[in-house]
């Protein structure tokens, strides 16, 4: 009798044990989804509140605990960007904002930022980095104003490129189709470049220079950003005609053909807003 009371016991601590266990693991993915919908209004603080409570309650997923890293990050990164002083720091943590926040689609945020490093640089690249997250929210005349503005000697394939989509969006298909007749790609263009300039060629309605572009794209962006592109292009409003052809799915068959290195998911360091801290970002909450 004895010995059955302490199996009994035993499968008892054992039930109480798992079920403790599910309760743990039910919170913390609670605690996480409220994290996630937190970190989509802008609610930092909250989102990494929330993060840090599911990676306590659940020390064995990596993924809660990688999501308050960031967000702890971001937070930093918020506090230097509005205490630094030195143009060029400023404009660097700035675009790694800029990364995260467009990277998350959280474009409000995003478009105040875009706005202020445009009115403090006015370069092609600012007002790059500003047009593409108006036509994210389909602000296509803010965005046509912006490109349109800026001086011509400034101008470049991405930057006209932009300017015909939004145009194009507009219904001023002439006026995108001159456009898209004054870029000449560089040869040594990058993906970006690439990509935005086949976006341009769809919107005119030249599928086939849009698919090679697009093709080109892929094969010259590193591989740990290819399912980011292409997960784009199925969903660009520039692409939409071409989504469901069988040269479309061809296409999004390309593969990378840039080596990269394995620390940072980059071809190199240099343009990583959390450069030097890859390896011991991740601290307990």
């Known amino acids: ?8 016991i035993c499968v008892l601590v054992a039930i109480v ?3 403790s266990s599910v ?3 039910d919170s913390a993915q609670q605690e996480f989804a409220r994290g996630e919908a937190l970190l989509a209004k802008a609610d930092f603080r909250g989102a990494l509140q929330a993060f840090g409570s599911a990676a ?3 020390r064995d997923n990596r993924e809660y605990l990688q999501h308050y890293s960031l967000v702890r990050q971001v937070i930093t990164l918020r506090q230097r960007l509005d205490a630094e002083k030195d143009a060029a720091r400023w404009e660097y943590l700035a675009r790694g904002l800029h990364a995260f926040y467009v990277g998350r689609g959280i474009y409000g945020e995003a478009l105040e930022l875009d706005r202020k490093v445009h009115a403090r640089f006015n370069t092609a690249s600012s007002a790059v980095m500003l047009a593409e997250t108006q036509l994210a929210m389909n602000l ?3 965005a046509a104003e912006v490109l349109a503005t800026l001086d011509a000697s400034m101008a470049t394939p991405s930057s006209r490129a932009l300017l015909g989509i939004a145009l194009a969006r507009q219904g001023k298909l002439e006026q995108a189709r001159r456009v898209a007749g004054t870029i000449e790609l ?3 263009a990058g993906p970006g470049m690439s990509y935005n300039v086949g976006r341009l060629q769809a919107a005119i309605g030249s599928a086939d220079a849009a698919l090679g572009l697009l093709a080109r794209c892929f094969e010259s962006v590193p591989p740990s950003r290819l399912d980011g592109f292409k997960n784009h292009a199925k969903g660009c409003p520039e692409f939409a005609q071409l989504v469901s052809t069988s040269a479309f799915a061809k296409v999004l068959k390309t593969q990378s053909k840039v080596a990269e290195s394995k620390c940072s998911g980059g071809s190199r360091c240099a343009g990583c807003p959390m450069r030097g801290k890859c390896s011991k970002s991740q601290g307990r909450p």
């Open 17 to 19: 044990f798992l079920q």
């Open 23 to 25: 309760v743990r693991a």
């Open 140 to 142: 296509n005349a803010d």
């Open 56 to 58: 306590r309650a659940d």
């Open 1 to 8: 009798m004895k010995k059955h009371g302490i199996v009994w």
């Open 186 to 188: 560089p040869e040594n």
